[in-house]
């Protein structure tokens, strides 16, 4: 399709575009009171956006001359990244760590970052492929260095560009080589040249998994996947609460899109002769394994979460080895009930935080008697990344795991469910600190309704989602479309 | 029938958490109390009107679920269930009345304790596999806090390394049981969580499942499941932990049920659908033919050793439960009727009479607050109900003819030493250990001379008797006429792959 005629089926991206530039006119016209009216617009703009995208629809059309596709695939994630970004609106109103003085432009550079990840989601080209990826770094290393006053922000910001700008050179350095090798940056026509060529049996192999190994460092540092995941922690440790709940979440799904597409669609021609998808096990095998071990000693559970954020990226990995649409299918349940719980954590870390003004574990002890419903709804939240019945964790695991099973690589389904009870041990360490622990505070906390209600919005499918989830699978098969060909 | 039996506890739960105020404790203690007759009433009315002469499940009920796997809400019960869940639901109220004593948190305690109660029925009655695994993981959650906040000084400990071993066992039966769901068939014939339907695609030649090496595979991930749930060894050093630091009531259900949970799973699942697996490792030929009664001959030798070893009141009776478990063990290592029946009637058994042993050390602990052995004596002076009852049960628990305990070792041993002669008559030491232990305790607390701390130490009170007068009851009746339990589920044992 061509340019002009591709500018209808790209509202949602205009709109997005749109409130954010009205946002920073809204912050430079409004005095300087701290009110949250930037961030209602930034809702209104992600609403509107949603909605036209529902209205849209998901119909297969290939946009910009090939540069972007619109299908059910990019729809699924662009309600994710969606529902997460207004998640990270929410809990920032409420997050009383930021500075209400520069709240305009945070919104709209969250905006930014949703428009980014969006194309993550829909490019089809390498070359548009590279640009969403920066626009969604750049916006994110701003973001993540927000808490001007904080040093540890500015060291998260400068570690995550200065991580990203490598893994972001070596991944154009593989694009220019697949490039060079087939002529073209469309990953349809990648994967039909590459299948050509390796039937002609004109080509090195070596070459090509050179050049698709280097891709796959920009993926990996997107997804916090071994050896890519250096940053994540400090990162995630070191950023306002809020963007950390939301990197976590939005930024590895976009990460998974664009995994997902560039290799379901792009390379999976190649994989006859070359065996990355033992690569990809092992990669998914070490993620989880070394973010759960890193995990276990954290005190800081900010950086405790972020381990277990790398280790469930392990997790979702396992699900895009052998590039099955079983698992292609898990991978996308797994990200719905992921984003429910682990959001869920987040925000009751950014509660504690405002309310006792603690990090730590032990910021955690005796929550129950000061604070039953946080508490009880964080170990729903810890429970369900664990994984245990009957809550929608082990839904997403279960689904995971016979995905893999299914393939018979039971050496992965062994290591990563003893990963499930490495995890349980650090996730229990802060159900312990909060339930068998006392603290000598005892006055009990209140939290306003609003942020109640808003809590009850992460629990509740947290639950419901571990007991009735067929409605999870017909949407992830819907959702695939043509992606498996 | 069965939903209502297993979702009462439930509703009970929410009841107890959102219609009783905090201060209210009595009323919540009540409320619970009412709550688990209701399970107890309909299993009584289950265990009466059950069909004894009709093989297979009976009260089944069977609707789908989650359609994209295939995965059923399917309950129903047979004779080796049914007497499972009547024990679960005879020891739901006697531990609410054991639990009266609890001052913090009680409301909390009791709907953690109702949850518990319904994994524990649910697990029984399930007969979807994912289902199974669901109703057996749902026992975890509460199991972990209610050792972890109610329990003794080490509490903590004791609840995370019980929490982690049992995951642990677990994930490995997760794996076998996704690896059995996806043999059940193909991407064009329907897979199946369904047990009865597994069980007979297992016997039918050439299926999938049908594969002796996947048989030997799976029947590992779901042992290594269920022999840390019974605990089997090396997987038993979680229990004595969990056990002296759980409180009483927690005890008993640890030991009563959630043991039971192992055996009734290696019953049903390892035993009745893997046939070729269990006859791998016992068949007595080649060099893996005698594992599972060797495990059991260790269980009973070792388990008695230990418990002979102990000072703690509570430890011993927590390693004479390990011991009783290997006698379950070695009768299903048998594979004949007689071992079978043992097997499962020692289940039931050990169930009463190791309820029985931990009710009454929390009896002396309540009022000493120390279980030291040696730190007693004489009170069977001062306390001679106390007494008469414990000697029962320490009779009961090391095998006295006449008593139940006797019968479910006796037929489990008569069995397995038609298949493991050697091995059998080892472990009959098990028992002259346990008639050792369980005498020179006896000795130690209450006979001699009366311990001067202990002169003002009050009889037991009616509350106690009545938790521990059903129980009583139950193991001089068995011992008598074991056939009232036995008929119950003599047509199920006939349906498993026996082995004469």
């Given amino acids: ?485 | 029938m069965l939903s209502l039996m297993i979702f009462i506890p439930l509703l009970g739960m929410l009841v107890v958490l959102f219609a009783i105020r905090r201060e209210q404790e009595e009323l919540a203690k009540r409320v619970t109390f009412i709550i688990t007759l209701i399970p107890l009433l309909i299993a009584v009315f289950l265990f009466v009107d059950y069909d004894r002469s009709a093989p297979g499940h009976q009260y089944e009920e069977d609707m789908m679920w989650i359609e994209a796997f295939n995965i059923r809400y399917h309950v129903g019960i047979d004779g080796l269930s049914v007497t499972l869940v009547l024990l679960t639901a005879l020891l739901g109220p006697i531990c609410v009345l054991a639990s009266w004593k609890i001052d913090k948190g009680i409301k909390a305690y009791l709907a953690l304790f109702l949850l518990l109660e319904t994994g524990m029925i649910g697990f029984f009655c399930a007969l979807d596999m994912f289902l199974f695994y669901v109703f057996f993981e749902l026992t975890l959650l509460p199991m972990y806090f209610l050792i972890g906040i109610w329990g003794g000084p080490r509490r903590e400990y004791a609840a995370i390394k019980f929490f982690l071993y049992t995951l642990f066992g677990s994930v490995l039966m997760l794996i076998a049981m996704i690896a059995v769901y996806l043999k059940s068939g193909t991407d064009d014939v329907a897979r199946t969580f369904d047990i009865p339907t597994l069980i007979e695609l297992a016997k039918t030649p050439g299926h999938a499942l049908a594969d002796p090496t996947f048989q030997i595979w799976a029947f590992l991930g779901f042992f290594i499941g269920f022999a840390v749930k019974v605990p089997i060894f090396p997987f038993h050093t979680w229990l004595p932990d969990a056990h002296v630091e759980a409180p009483t009531a927690i005890s008993v259900i640890l030991a009563g049920i959630l043991l039971k949970m192992g055996t009734y799973g290696l019953v049903r699942v390892n035993f009745a659908m893997l046939p070729e697996g269990m006859d791998f490792f016992c068949n007595g030929e080649g060099r893996w033919g005698n594992s599972l009664a060797i495990l059991g001959f260790i269980n009973i030798v070792y388990g008695s050793l230990c418990a002979l070893a102990q000072t703690d009141f509570k430890k011993l009776v927590a390693y004479s439960s390990i011991g009783h478990m290997g006698f379950v063990l070695i009768g299903l290592a048998a594979r004949n009727e007689s071992g079978l029946t043992g097997a499962i009637l020692q289940m039931f058994n050990h169930g009463v009479i190791s309820a029985m042993l931990f009710l009454l050390v929390g009896v002396v602990y309540d009022r000493a607050h120390h279980r030291e052995i040696n730190g007693f004596g004489g009170l069977g002076s001062k306390m001679p109900i106390y007494t008469g009852i414990t000697t029962l049960a320490f009779m009961a628990s090391l095998g006295l003819p006449g008593l139940s305990g006797f019968v479910g070792e006796a037929l489990s041993l008569l069995g397995a030493y038609s298949k493991f002669k050697v091995l059998t008559i080892l472990s009959t030491a098990g028992i002259v250990v346990g008639a050792a232990y369980f005498l020179w305790t006896l000795q130690r607390v209450f006979l001699g001379e009366l311990n001067p701390k202990y002169e003002a130490i009050t009889e037991i009170n009616g509350r106690e008797i009545a938790t521990l007068v059903p129980l009583g009851i139950l193991t001089i009746v068995l011992g008598i006429w074991p056939s009232i339990a036995i008929d119950m589920f003599r047509e199920a044992v006939s349906l498993l792959p026996l082995v004469q």
């Fill in chain 1, 1 to 485: 399709m061509t340019n002009i005629a591709s500018i209808p089926y790209f509202i949602p991206e205009i709109v997005l575009v749109v409130f954010a530039v009205v946002i920073i006119l809204y912050d430079l016209g409004s005095k300087k009171t701290g009110g949250n009216g930037a961030a209602y617009l930034g809702l209104i703009g992600l609403v509107i956006a949603v909605i036209t995208a529902l209205v849209i629809g998901s119909e297969d059309r290939s946009l910009f001359l090939g540069m972007v596709r619109l299908d059910s695939f990019a729809m699924f994630f662009k309600i994710i990244i969606s529902v997460a970004t207004a998640a990270t609106i929410l809990f920032s109103v409420r997050s009383s760590e930021l500075d209400p003085e520069t709240k305009g432009e945070y919104y709209a550079l969250l905006l930014a970052v949703t428009l980014g990840m969006y194309l993550m989601a829909s490019s089809t080209h390498l070359l548009m492929i590279y640009l969403s990826l920066e626009t969604v770094s750049l916006t994110s290393y701003i973001l993540a260095g927000f808490l001007t006053h904080s040093p540890r922000s500015s060291e998260a910001a400068f570690k995550y560009i200065t991580f990203g700008a490598i893994s972001s050179g070596t991944m154009l350095f593989g694009i220019s080589l697949l490039f060079g090798m087939t002529g073209t940056g469309d990953i349809m026509l990648i994967s039909s040249k590459l299948g050509e060529m390796f039937s002609q049996g004109n080509v090195y192999p070596l070459a090509v998994l050179l050049s698709i190994t280097f891709i796959l460092a920009g993926v990996g540092y997107k997804i916090a996947s071994v050896p890519f995941h250096m940053w994540s922690p400090d990162v995630y440790e070191g950023a306002p609460i809020p963007i950390t709940a939301f990197l976590s979440v939005a930024s590895k799904a976009a990460g998974f899109a664009l995994f997902l597409r560039l290799f379901y669609s792009g390379f999976k021609s190649a994989d006859a002769s070359i065996d990355w998808s033992m690569m990809l096990a092992v990669v998914s095998a070490l993620t989880m394994t070394v973010g759960n071990l890193a995990a276990l000693p954290q005190q800081n559970v900010k950086r405790l979460l972020a381990y277990s954020s790398i280790s469930h990226g392990g997790f979702l990995l396992m699900g895009g080895v052998l590039l099955t649409s079983e698992g292609l299918q898990a991978i996308l349940i797994y990200l719905i009930i992921y984003l429910f719980m682990n959001l869920g954590a987040f925000f009751v870390v950014i509660l504690i935080a405002n309310e006792v003004g603690s990090e730590t574990i032990d910021g955690y002890r005796g929550l129950v008697s000061r604070a039953p419903l946080i508490a009880v709804s964080m170990a729903i939240f810890l429970f369900s990344l664990t994984g245990l019945p009957p809550l929608a964790g082990f839904a997403g695991k279960w689904i995971l795991f016979a995905a893999v099973i299914k393939e018979q690589l039971y050496w992965l389904a062994v290591i990563g469910l003893l990963n499930s009870v490495v995890a349980l041990y650090y996730y229990v360490r802060i159900v312990k600190a909060m339930f068998l622990e006392s603290s000598d505070d005892t006055e009990s906390l209140s939290f306003s309704p609003g942020s109640l209600v808003l809590l009850l919005i992460f629990v509740v499918p947290t639950l419901l989602l571990g007991i009735y989830w067929n409605p999870l699978y017909e949407l992830s098969r819907a959702s695939l479309g043509k992606l498996m060909g």
